[in-house]
């Protein structure tokens, strides 16, 4: 049974926040964000891509088993940014409209005005108009696109409004070189620059978001491959991990590793789209279905099932934290509240955070405080609530599903109808959460 009253599930969401002087000193903090990359797809849990610099930091990371981004992309970023779930800002689907209200404190904000410098090399999606762009929100430095995933040579969005997207600090511009290349460049010479006090770099890769054309050097790591889509669906992943090296490198060069924070981990579980040749993106690309993997975890990217929002997700602090496997739930909101308390940066106003603070149970030093996770799916047509080992699943038109994550956590026994106590708290409890739905969405 869950014996813990709605109010106080609620309210431990958020837990108070360490002050600089009981934590190691301040770290740089690095975000690097993989998109549509698997559960399945990483060296770690056994895929079948070559993951090299990926799989060694793994060994020397918090390795997080239980690590939860939205279904889609804007809303994963929203509450990356934002500390809340993805449904107080009412975005649910890849969004090109602004996300947030201008006056939002986001991690960028809080961590610049504790004297970090910031940037944000990759995708953005958060509005997709120059005028909506980091900048606006915190970031001292913004290179990429400003919508969604871009062409690789071309660095297009989709056909329309928002299809030139690729800039640099809000001004559009024009550039020659493979998207994957770029941004590693990009994030490699920020880590360069000289400067006297702490750094947040964000790193949202396009990789491996369609669509995807990979040039023959990545492709040839691949060559016995007979389908066209493993090929060219490896040859993504691994270009992304020689770039995540790049960047682990750049760190070392700069004598800047140990007391970086490196944060990795996906938006989204890992898609089974077809990439063809339909004109919403310019050009021809290869045609091939998807084949992501998302290990034994039941679903896929746009679903509230495990293997629609379960990630490979990794933590490295060489100066902080001891390499070992975390088995704990994290949500993406809970980076801000953590990230917070480690900057020294502790809110005038409530922010009102539906993450907590993660440090002590990443140090292993506490286990983690009652928490409630929520995720509301693809238009709102679906949504799963978490508490302990339950996960309550709501889509539309169907009856509610509960599944025990701990004893199933490929969800394939339904135990709805077995269990009709535990059901209900958990809908009482999600009618709480969801009260709050909307309430900082953009009018």
């Not at 002087?21 to 891509?49: C, F, Q």
């Not at 030093?365 to 996960?391: F, H, I, M, Q």
Request: charged share 25%; aromatic share 10%.
């Amino acid at each position: 049974m869950l014996r813990h009253s709605i109010a106080f599930l609620v309210a431990a969401v958020v837990s108070p926040l360490a002050t600089a002087s009981e934590r190691t000193k301040t770290p740089n903090v690095v975000i690097i964000m993989a998109d549509d990359l698997g559960y399945g797809d990483v060296g770690w849990h056994g895929g079948p891509y070559r993951t090299p610099s990926l799989d060694k930091l793994a060994k020397d990371s918090v390795r997080l088993e239980q690590h939860y981004s939205l279904p889609v992309c804007s809303p994963t970023r929203s509450s990356l940014l934002s500390g809340r779930f993805n449904s107080r800002f009412g975005c649910t689907n890849p969004q090109n409209p602004r996300v947030f209200p201008f006056d939002t404190v986001t991690l960028a904000v809080a961590l610049k005005s504790v004297g970090y410098e910031t940037a944000l090399c990759g995708k953005w999606h958060l509005g997709s108009k120059p005028e909506w762009g980091p900048q606006k929100f915190g970031f001292d430095h913004s290179y990429g696109s400003l919508a969604g995933g871009v062409t690789s040579y071309t660095h297009v969005y989709k056909t329309g409004e928002f299809a030139k997207t690729w800039h640099r600090n809000g001004k559009l511009i024009e550039e020659e070189g493979h998207v994957t290349d770029l941004l590693t460049a990009e994030a490699v010479q920020f880590i360069q620059k000289k400067r006297a006090g702490p750094f947040f770099l964000y790193v949202p890769y396009t990789a491996v978001h369609l669509p995807i054309d990979e040039p023959k050097e990545w492709l040839d790591l691949y060559a016995k491959e007979p389908d066209l889509g493993v090929r060219q669906y490896g040859a993504c992943v691994s270009h992304m991990d020689d770039g995540v090296g790049k960047i682990l490198a750049a760190l070392d060069k700069a004598g800047a590793r140990a007391n970086t924070l490196v944060v990795f981990l996906s938006d989204n579980g890992g898609s089974t789209d077809t990439q063809n040749n339909d004109p919403q993106y310019a050009g021809k690309h290869p045609e091939f279905k998807i084949p992501a993997r998302n290990g034994a975890l039941r679903g896929k990217k746009g679903q509230v099932y495990e293997g629609g929002i379960r990630t490979p997700a990794l933590v490295s602090w060489p100066g902080g934290l001891k390499p070992r496997d975390e088995h704990s739930p994290v949500h993406v909101a809970d980076w801000f509240p953590t990230l917070a308390g480690l900057a020294g940066y502790n809110p005038t106003v409530d922010l009102k955070w539906d993450g907590s603070d993660r440090w002590p149970m990443l140090t292993g030093t506490a286990k983690p405080e009652p928490c409630v996770l929520y995720w509301l799916g693809p238009g709102g047509n679906s949504l799963a609530l978490r508490k302990g080992d339950l996960v309550l699943i709501r889509q539309n038109k169907k009856p509610d599903e509960l599944y025990d994550l701990v004893a199933d956590p490929g969800q394939k026994t339904d135990l709805a109808a077995k269990r009709p106590g535990a059901l209900n708290e958990l809908t009482s409890l999600l009618a709480k959460v969801r009260e709050r739905d909307n309430d900082a969405k953009v009018k």
